[in-house]
Nanobody
Framework: QVQLVESGGGLVQPGGSLRLSCLAS????????MGWYRQAPGKQRELVAG???????NYADSVKGRFTISRDNAKNMVFLQMDSLKPEDTAIYYC?????????????WGQGTQVTVSS
C-alpha cells in the first residue's frame, strides 16, 4: 500500500502563488508515477499535472505555463508550484501515486487539500 499526505493549501488572492507538497509512505519498491488532481464543486475530478520517476511531465491545458510539478525521488515527495492563480483554480487538490509493491501496481490518494482563490 501507499499512503499520501498533502500540505500547502489555503486561501490566496487572484494572481498569487501557492506550493503544494505530498509525502508518500508505505511498503513499495518505487513510485513510477505521481501526480496532482483537483475537484471543484459540482465537477468531476481532473488531472492537473503528472510526473514520472525520470522527470517527464504533463499538464492540463488550463494550467500550462502557470503550474510546475516536480518531485524528490529520494524523499518520495511530489510538489506543485502554482503561480498566477485564478478563481477557477479553486478546488480540492489531491495527490496521487502509482507505486510498485512486489509485482503489483498499487494506487494511493491523499486526503485532499483545499485551494481557494478569491479576493
Amino acid at each position: 500500500q501507499v499512503q499520501l499526505v498533502e500540505s500547502g493549501g489555503g486561501l490566496v488572492q487572484p494572481g498569487g502563488s501557492l506550493r503544494l507538497s505530498c509525502l508518500a509512505s508505505g511498503k513499495f519498491f518505487s513510485i513510477p508515477a505521481m501526480g496532482w488532481y483537483r475537484q471543484a464543486p459540482g465537477k468531476q475530478r481532473e488531472l492537473v499535472a503528472g510526473i514520472s520517476s525520470a522527470g517527464s511531465t504533463n499538464y492540463a491545458d488550463s494550467v500550462k505555463g502557470r503550474f510546475t510539478i516536480s518531485r524528490d525521488n529520494a524523499k518520495n515527495m511530489v510538489f506543485l508550484q502554482m503561480d498566477s492563480l485564478k478563481p477557477e483554480d479553486t478546488a480540492i487538490y489531491y495527490c496521487n501515486a502509482q507505486a510498485l509493491s512486489g509485482i503489483k501496481v498499487v494506487t494511493g490518494w491523499g486526503q485532499g487539500t483545499q485551494v481557494t482563490v478569491s479576493s
